[in-house]
């Protein structure tokens, strides 16, 4: 009778890997040694998960084994309604751009139209900085989670997210160098209801970039730093119609950040910025603290006339806290077109390092301002 039990246990549980519940990538192939390209055995592992039928079904990136992927794209949608992707190994970019299979992909690992889509473990993701590619790219995923991962060395953003809705990001680290180009920690695009909390970024540029289309967002439990701080925009560019609403950043820290809160938008852009809340902020030597930039000029761009330009209304800074690199804290810059309207500085308690006082300038801004800085926002 033992004998049977045992028997009929072990069928079962054979059975449910038959019945795809668990898709380890080891059994499709994939090396694990680092060297060898275990890209095609994660697709076909992905395949056989998306297409089966049934729920709470797992890709799983084991642990203890390294895996080297060339881009690739895990499709949806998927016949079950949730699918997970354990990731507690590590996976790694090639070395070097010579070793980039596809030179025309800016993304290195994607997923695409997945509904109920979860990916979480303690594994970590290298790209090793060597190319020019998203290092996690989520386009059309809804109903998405991003838990517990943690990635490293991403060439350009470490994760972007572009037509999404209902996304929690939490307990995460993005890590790059302080001097890296371009590697955002998160970069959010036409998505919406947007959750990010309990996360740590250092990258060498914004920690979080909220695009176009960044709609019901909210940051926070962030350590920022290194890095660019957290920014609406860049938005407006080449004369674009941008649009960003209802965003809260509450209670994170910027720790030796170039910016703190900061909304930049090009000139001649269109559309709007508007219901932004910076609440329960902490400054540990951040450059700029509070940042308005209306003009803003990338590199190698020239400035033009300006006839139009994205408007920023009801945005809010109130609890400021900490130490600021330079003496200027606050720089609100708006344009001559459209202006900035009600805006709110209230309690903000930011001394310099080299204890100067600190300095405050308001352009083409109407809203109020409380401490120090009575008078530095126009009435309306």
């Known amino acids: 009778e033992i004998i049977v039990r045992v028997v009929f246990v072990l069928t079962l549980v054979n059975f449910g890997f038959l019945n795809g519940q668990v898709y380890d990538v080891l059994k499709f192939g994939a ?15 992905w395949k056989a998960m ?23 794209v895990f499709q949806g949608p998927c016949n079950s309604p949730s699918v997970q992707v354990q990731l507690e190994g590590k996976i790694v970019a090639p070395l070097n751009k010579a070793a980039w299979s596809d030179f025309k992909s800016y993304e290195w690992v994607s997923f695409n139209k997945i509904i109920g889509l979860t990916v979480l473990g303690s594994g970590t993701i290298n790209g090793r900085g060597s190319s020019f590619w998203e290092q996690l790219h ?22 972007s997210l572009t037509d999404c809705r209902q996304v929690k990001i939490t307990q995460i680290k993005l890590i790059a160098p302080g001097d890296s180009p371009n590697t955002d920690g998160i970069d959010i695009s036409t998505s919406t209801d947007v959750e990010i909390y309990d996360t740590i970024v250092g990258t060498g540029d914004d920690c979080v970039a909220l695009n176009s289309g960044s709609i019901n ?20 560019k080449d004369g674009e ?37 910076f609440m329960d902020i902490m400054l540990t030597e951040t450059k700029n ?32 806290h900490g130490t600021s690199r330079q003496d200027e804290i606050i720089k609100i810059d708006c344009s001559e077109v459209t202006c900035c309207k009600d805006i709110v500085l209230d309690r903000i308690n930011i001394t310099t390092v080299d204890g100067n006082k600190p300095i405050v300038e308001c352009s083409n801004a109407y809203g109020n301002s409380t401490n120090a800085y009575d008078g530095c926002l126009k009435t309306q």
């Open 31 to 45: 090396k694990g040694d680092g060297t060898t390209d275990d890209s095609e055995a994660f697709v076909e592992a």
């Open 50 to 72: 998306c297409s089966s039928g049934g729920s709470n079904k797992t890709l799983l990136v084991p642990s203890d084994n390294t895996f080297l992927l060339q881009p690739l």
């Open 138 to 159: 989520f386009e059309g995923c809804n109903n998405l989670e991003i838990n517990g991962i943690t990635s490293f060395d991403s060439p350009r953003n470490h994760i």
């Open 217 to 236: 967002i909210s940051i926070a439990r962030m350590r920022c730093g290194p890095g660019h701080g957290i920014s609406v925009g860049s938005l407006g």
């Open 241 to 277: 119609e941008s649009i960003v609403e209802n965003v809260q950043v509450t209670n994170c820290t910027f720790n030796d950040t170039n910016n703190g809160a900061r909304i930049k938008t090009w000139p001649n852009g269109k559309g709007y910025a508007r219901n932004i809340v």
């Open 289 to 320: 603290p509070i940042i308005i930039d209306q003009q803003y000029i990338d590199k190698g761009r020239i400035d033009v006339e300006e006839s139009s330009a994205v408007a920023i209304s009801n945005v809010t800074f109130t609890d400021f």
